[in-house]
C-alpha cells in the first residue's frame, strides 16, 4: 500500500515537472514565432571587459540572432574607462617597443621627414638621402643603377614608403603602393593601409598620427533609448 | 542604456522588437546558466570567487525592460544632478523632450 502510494507520488511530480518543463519550451517557441525581424543586420557596440559584453556572447551563443530572425554584429568599442585603461597599456608597450609618443616607429617617422624633404624639392626632385647617395656612387666612377631616369621623378622612388629608409622591396609591396596611389585623395592625403595601425596622417606637415582599425561610421542625427542595459 | 538611431528604429521595428526578445532571453539564460559565466569570464580573466562575486552582483542589476514609470525616474534624478552638479559639470541643461520609448518592448 505505501509502496503503491510513493510510486503515485513520484508519478505525480514526473509529470508535473514534464508539464512545466513542456510549458516553458512553447511559451519561449511562442514567443520566438510571434516576435520575428526581417533577417536583417543588428549592429551591437559592446566594451570588451564591460559586463554589457555578455548579452551579445550570449546571443551568439545560443543564436539567439538566427531564432529571432536577425544578423546580429557585435562591435567591441571602448567606453571612456577602458579608453584610459588601453592608452595606459599602449604608453608603456611603445616604451618597451622603441614607438614614440605618437604610437609611430623611429622609421616612420624618418619617412615623414623623407616626405617633406622631397616635396620641398619638388616634382623632379630627390630626396637628400637618395641624392647623397647618388652623388657618392657618380664619386667613385659607379653607375647609379638604381636612379633610372624615369624612377627619379615623383613616382615610386619619391615617394616615402620607397625610401630606403622603409627597407621594404618586391613587387608585392609596389602593386600595394600603386593601389594606394591610385585612390589618392583631392587633398593628396592616401588612405590608410589594411591592417596598420599607423599611416601618414598628413603629409604635408610630416606628423604621424594614430588611426583606428575601424571605419568611421557617421554620427547618428538623435538617438532613443530602446532598453536598459543588463548592468544599467 | 541600450540606444538607437530614432530613424533606424523608427524604419525597422521589426528587427528593434527581435533584438529586445532576443536580449530579454539573453538576460533569462544569465540569470539561470552559470556555466555562461564562467565561459565568459575565462575571456575576461575573472575567475573563482570573484566571478562569483561578479556574477551575483550583476544578476541583481539585471534590468530586462523600461517600465512606464522609468522615463519618471529618470527625469528625477537628472534634476536632482542639475540642481545638485549644475548644468557645467552635467554638460547638458535639460533632458531632450523624447529620449527613450517603450514602443519596441
Known amino acids: 500500500m505505501m509502496a503503491n502510494r510513493t510510486f503515485a507520488a513520484s508519478k505525480l511530480i514526473h509529470t508535473i515537472l514534464l508539464a512545466a518543463t513542456l510549458s516553458l519550451v512553447l511559451s519561449t517557441a511562442s514567443i520566438a514565432d510571434e516576435i520575428k525581424g526581417d533577417g536583417g543586420k543588428v549592429r551591437l557596440l559592446y566594451n570588451e571587459p564591460g559586463t554589457n559584453s555578455f548579452p551579445p556572447f550570449v546571443m551568439k551563443k545560443f543564436a539567439l540572432d538566427k531564432k529571432y530572425g536577425f544578423e546580429l554584429v557585435p562591435i567591441a568599442a571602448s567606453t571612456s574607462q577602458a579608453g584610459r585603461q588601453c592608452t595606459a597599456g599602449r604608453r608603456r608597450r611603445r616604451r618597451h617597443s622603441g614607438l614614440d609618443h605618437a604610437g609611430a616607429h623611429a622609421d616612420r617617422r624618418r619617412q615623414a621627414h623623407w616626405h617633406r624633404a622631397v616635396s620641398d624639392l619638388g616634382e623632379h626632385g630627390r630626396g637628400p638621402h637618395r641624392l647623397a647617395l647618388s652623388e657618392s656612387r657618380r664619386s667613385q666612377g659607379q653607375e647609379d643603377r638604381h636612379l633610372q631616369p624615369q624612377q627619379s621623378r615623383l613616382g615610386r622612388h619619391a615617394h616615402p614608403s620607397a625610401a630606403p629608409l622603409q627597407g621594404r622591396s618586391g613587387k608585392r609591396n609596389d602593386a600595394a603602393r600603386r593601389r594606394r596611389a591610385a585612390v589618392a585623395r583631392p587633398d593628396g592625403s592616401r588612405p590608410a593601409r589594411r591592417g596598420s595601425d599607423v599611416q601618414l596622417a598628413d603629409a604635408g606637415h610630416g606628423r604621424l598620427g594614430q588611426v583606428p582599425r575601424t571605419r568611421h561610421h557617421p554620427q547618428p542625427s538623435s538617438r532613443i533609448w530602446i532598453c536598459p542595459t543588463p548592468h544599467s | ?105
Do not use: H
Not at chain 2, 538607437?4 to 538576460?27: G, H, V, W, Y
Not at chain 2, 556555466?35 to 575565462?42: F, K, L, M, P, T
Not at chain 2, 512606464?68 to 534624478?77: C, L
Not at chain 2, 523624447?98 to 519596441?104: G, I, N, P, S, V
Open chain 2, 1 to 105: 542604456m541600450y540606444s538607437a538611431d530614432s530613424t533606424f528604429a523608427a524604419a525597422n521595428p521589426e528587427r528593434m522588437k527581435a533584438f529586445l526578445a532576443a536580449l530579454r532571453e539573453s538576460i533569462e539564460i544569465m540569470r539561470k546558466d552559470d556555466a555562461v559565466w564562467v565561459e565568459r569570464g575565462n575571456i575576461m580573466k575573472i575567475q573563482g570567487q570573484s566571478l562569483v562575486l561578479f556574477r551575483d552582483e550583476a544578476r541583481d542589476d539585471m534590468m530586462m525592460k523600461f517600465e512606464p514609470q522609468t522615463e519618471a525616474d529618470v527625469r528625477k534624478v537628472f534634476s536632482v544632478l542639475l540642481e545638485t552638479g549644475g548644468s557645467q559639470l552635467i554638460g547638458v541643461d535639460a533632458l531632450p523632450k523624447d529620449f527613450m520609448t517603450l514602443a519596441y518592448q
